[in-house]
């Protein structure tokens, strides 16, 4: 049992209230807290937390390959038969848990989940110091891939809608390109973190024939993709979720990917409503919700 | 020049017939011929030849990194900017020939460049003994496709709709299983040679987490795919399109891969229009079209 200190609003936890997933119980998979009660109380009472969000049989042969997150009789935190982080408590198995290092204050380790889900594109596909990748979407989501990217070396950009996005763009040190006017078959990696078909688009427009088109969000409604084009260009698109913990609160501890400027307001939990309608404001960025 | 003696109809054709790549031409990208006149006539005059259906530039970005299937200027025979080989004649440059083994009768060697094209999966997603591999689509293409991944010893297995299909399919001594009624989350590697919404649904049920989707159909419309699955499971879908020709000419060679009971009928050229309807019928194995 953990006592969340913190939790974070994410675009799934939007699509989850419109209906994505048919997941009716507390929703909220981003957080830091404190362990309550455990089974082993003296080996982890009282330890600052963040955690997995896939609780893993253990059994099946997803997890016979060591692929947990894919467990096929999983629960995962506040999306499928578990309930989530925005609450006073939750429950996860201690197998999930992570200590948060001292350095890392609650508001950087509130993001350990959403930095290892962005850490993952690079388990996927390979980038490399001159690989030219570009992060479609500004938001959230896309400012964190675009910044664990930006330690790799490549050649990135980060496309964004409007002087306004790309401005915050750049005042956060990534370079930014319109998406409106991206150029055609530029880049060998394209990572939509739009969770729209118009994203998806433009993800598809700046990448070179045998590119990689990475899908780093949930998409709520089915997309009509053109599939020819990936046929005709041999695209590969690559589905992207959950990623390792460990590095990403190394990152966070080592001060190496900067999250403090991407929180955009953080609410108590009985304003949960107003922090939803908050985020949900195109371009916003995270919203944490304080339960304690 | 080419004079064609033996082409084949495929299912492209059949699109393009119907308005996909906004092709005017003549169409036909299967061709087994004669060289009737070239450049270095000594070296090509009287030769049988086969052609790669990508006519490159050179000096594009794709040329340079090797990728001239994928040049931005390219013509491609029958399909973009060059008429094809439902006619008498046609005209390749000399880099795209391939001389046919005297022992490859035309009716063999016809079947290079959709052997190529099956081939070139195999140069994308590793195909080892023991990988678990469902081909969607018991029609020409997918039976085709399924015999160059029966070499490599993975445990096969083609999706067929219906008991007629389904019996064609083990008369061709390949393992068959009902797409109505596959198992979910079987296979690690899943290929769509429907070029139908109905058999990209197929192909995604029977694959595993993180298994591969290949795309080995074009598409006539754009088809409502739904994302979210592909980034829950972390699919990786791959488009796949031209492949290499001298390993398909070498398997026709060795007799590695039978074709000759992928012939379904022979029409003269000009009886072109009942050879199309024959190769639009659902099922349909390979029909070719004798031009001389």
Do not use: M
């Amino acid at each position: 049992v953990v006592r969340v200190s913190l939790a974070g609003i994410c675009g799934t936890d939007l699509e989850l209230r419109d209906g994505y997933a048919g997941f009716a119980g507390v929703p909220g998979h981003e957080f830091v807290g404190v362990v309550e009660t455990a089974p082993d109380a003296e080996e982890w009472s009282g330890r600052r937390v963040v955690g997995e969000i896939n609780a893993a049989c253990g059994a099946c042969p997803e997890c016979g390959r060591g692929a947990r997150a894919h467990c096929e009789r999983r629960t995962v935190l506040g999306i499928r038969g578990r309930h989530g982080a925005f609450a006073e408590r939750l429950v996860l198995p201690v197998a999930n848990l992570h200590e948060a290092p001292r350095s890392v204050p609650d508001e950087a380790a509130v993001f350990a989940e959403p930095l290892a889900a962005a850490l993952r594109l690079q388990e996927q596909v390979p980038v490399a110091p001159g690989t030219r990748v570009v992060v479609v979407g500004a938001g959230r989501l896309g400012l964190l891939v675009a910044r664990t990217l930006a330690l790799t070396g490549c050649e990135l950009r980060v496309a964004a809608r409007g002087p306004d996005r790309r401005s915050r763009v750049e005042a956060l040190g990534l370079p930014a390109w319109d998406a409106a006017s991206l150029p055609g078959r530029w880049a060998d990696v394209a990572v939509d973190c739009t969770g729209r078909p118009e994203g998806l688009a433009v993800a598809h427009h700046v990448l070179r024939p045998r590119g990689a088109l990475v899908l780093k969000s949930t998409h709520a409604q089915p997309a009509p993709l053109n599939l020819s084009p990936l046929v005709v260009d041999e695209i590969t698109v690559v589905g992207s979720r959950c990623g390792p913990f460990p590095p990403a609160l190394a990152l966070l501890a080592e001060g190496k990917v900067a999250v403090a400027d991407l929180v955009e307001a953080t609410y108590p939990l009985d304003e949960a409503g107003a922090a939803y309608a908050h985020a949900a404001r195109p371009g916003a960025l995270k919203v944490l919700l304080r339960a304690t």
